[in-house]
Nanobody, 126 residues
Framework: QVQLVESGGGLVQPGGSLRLSCAAS????????IGWFRQAPGKGREAVSCINGRDGNTYYADSVKGRFTISRDNAKNAVYLQLNRLKPEDTAVYYC???????????????????WGQGTQVTVSS
């Protein structure tokens, strides 16, 4: 059974950091592009970052560029999102998702992702 599980969310003060993890089971992440999306209260889900499986290229939304870093550890079958210099507007549920096909590149289009985790809450507040 294909499954993605996020962890690492929590409550943090503005300027703080968190590291989100996305662990996969039931399939091997190696050649899948993995994306991170988020949904803030009352808003639609937006793409945050993505990392290709084949070449490791990374992509970031302008709102997080320079503050967030995506990485992958194929040996652990996991992808990570390091969140630094957090702002209150980063408050959201964060989801990881796997592209629908191996070797397909990153996309910011949700329907291109076939498997989703349940999400982890990130709250940035003083």
């Amino acid at each position: 059974q294909v499954q993605l599980v996020e962890s690492g969310g929590g409550l943090v003060q503005p300027g703080g950091s968190l590291r989100l993890s996305c662990a996969a089971s039931g399939f091997t992440l190696d050649y899948y592009a993995i994306g991170w999306f988020r949904q803030a209260p009352g808003k639609g889900r937006e793409a945050v970052s993505c990392i290709n499986g084949r070449d490791g290229n990374t992509y970031y939304a302008d709102s997080v560029k320079g503050r967030f870093t995506i990485s992958r550890d194929n040996a652990k079958n996991a992808v990570y999102l390091q969140l630094n210099r957090l702002k209150p507007e980063d408050t959201a549920v964060y989801y990881c998702a796997a592209r629908d096909r191996e070797f397909f590149s990153c996309s910011g289009y949700e329907p291109d992702f076939g498997s989703w985790g349940q999400g982890t809450q990130v709250t940035v507040s003083s």
